[in-house]
């Protein structure tokens, strides 16, 4: 099960040494100059972690977790739930300690994710209607054969590692007004919300979640964890249900959560692929999507990074 102890910024800065042999520090790059929304590209900058290892930041999180884990609790193989991207990160640690990985994965997970899978040695198990239930049968699948479990998003070792991306970005752009982040179960922008939080206490966070996954804004609305009835999205974003270490992070840093549609994301896909050459997941251009839309409104001379998160051609070809 998920831990609680929250993460520091020391802890995330360990991470970025322990997995820096292992993932890529990716570009940042400016939108500008560009020939739709010229105002807003102006001041937007992407970090392009569809660039990463596996094709998303997920790997920075899952080599965290390998590398803090005793031996001992390896020896048997690794095991997770994932919609995809958080699955290949994990089979990409298993590959670099040689250990067998099996990723449960939701029916209704793109072929060509489960392929890509395959691809990186993972045995591929498809369970359940959405993550949280996959995520059940890797738990029993964990507790029964001794295997080592890897949470998506609630764990403190998997916080820290997606919290580099952070360090990054403001290394990178050290005047960065705002950070727009997508959310899928939580796990990237708290760790990203802990870090730049701590480097400048001034920058704003703005959360984005699919409307049809919108799990945290109905939470942090409510001002408790709520649970959605289902997932009604095609981007590989969302639980039904968040985690208390996730909630209480974006509760405290995070300074909005908008939401967007799936054409809207897919929009935003093909302005990435049209305007620069960056073929995004429908989930990946979720951040971009916000910003292009208005949802995360930008005044005159404010300094925006939007995270694109994930590769892939489905936001612009379905």
């Given at each position: 099960m998920p831990h609680t102890e929250v993460p520091s910024v020391r802890d995330i800065r360990e991470a970025a040494e322990r997995i820096?042999?292992?993932?890529?520090?990716?570009?940042?790059?400016?939108?500008?100059?560009?020939?739709?929304?010229?105002?807003?590209?102006?001041?937007?900058?992407?970090?392009?972690?569809?660039?990463?290892?596996?094709?998303?930041f997920k790997a920075r999180g899952a080599i965290n977790k390998l590398k803090t884990l005793p031996a001992e609790n390896l020896k048997r193989g690794l095991v997770t739930a994932s919609g995809g991207n958080h699955g290949l990160g994990v089979a990409y640690a298993g590959t670099v300690e040689k250990l067998p990985t099996t990723v449960f994965v939701p029916i209704g997970t793109p072929a060509a994710k489960i392929d890509k899978l395959r691809k990186w040695e993972a045995e591929v198990i498809v369970e359940g209607e959405a993550w949280d239930d996959s995520n059940?049968?890797?738990?029993a699948a964990a507790q029964r054969d001794g295997l080592a479990y890897f949470h998506a998003f609630a764990d403190p070792a998997i916080i820290a590692g997606q919290g580099t991306v952070a360090l990054e970005i403001l290394d990178q752009a050290p005047r960065t007004d705002t950070l727009v982040v997508?959310?899928?179960?939580?796990?990237?922008?708290?760790?990203?919300?802990?870090?730049a939080k701590a480097i400048n206490p001034n920058i704003r966070i703005i959360g984005v979640e699919p409307v049809g996954a919108a799990t945290l804004y109905r939470s942090i609305k409510a001002?408790?964890?709520?649970?959605?009835e289902k997932i009604d999205t095609a981007a590989g974003l969302g639980a039904r249900l968040s985690e208390p270490i996730n909630f209480e992070l974006v509760r405290r840093h995070v300074a909005d959560i908008v939401l967007v549609t799936d054409d809207e994301m897919r929009s935003a896909a093909r302005w990435l692929?049209?305007?620069?050459?960056?073929?995004?997941?429908?989930?990946?251009?979720?951040?971009?999507?916000?910003?292009?839309?208005?949802?995360?409104?930008?005044?005159?001379?404010?300094?925006?990074?939007?995270?694109?998160?994930?590769a892939g051609t489905d936001g612009m070809t379905n």
């Open positions: 820096g042999p292992y993932v890529r520090r990716t570009p940042l790059i400016s939108c500008k100059p560009c020939r739709e929304f010229s105002r807003i590209a102006e001041s937007l900058t992407l970090k392009l972690e569809c660039l990463q290892v596996t094709g998303s059940r049968s890797a738990l997508a959310i899928g179960g939580g796990g990237l922008i708290s760790g990203i919300s802990i870090a001002g408790r964890l709520v649970e959605l692929w049209f305007e620069l050459g960056v073929a995004a997941e429908l989930s990946g251009a979720a951040a971009v999507a916000a910003v292009l839309t208005g949802r995360c409104s930008i005044a005159d001379g404010e300094r925006v990074c939007a995270l694109v998160s994930g």
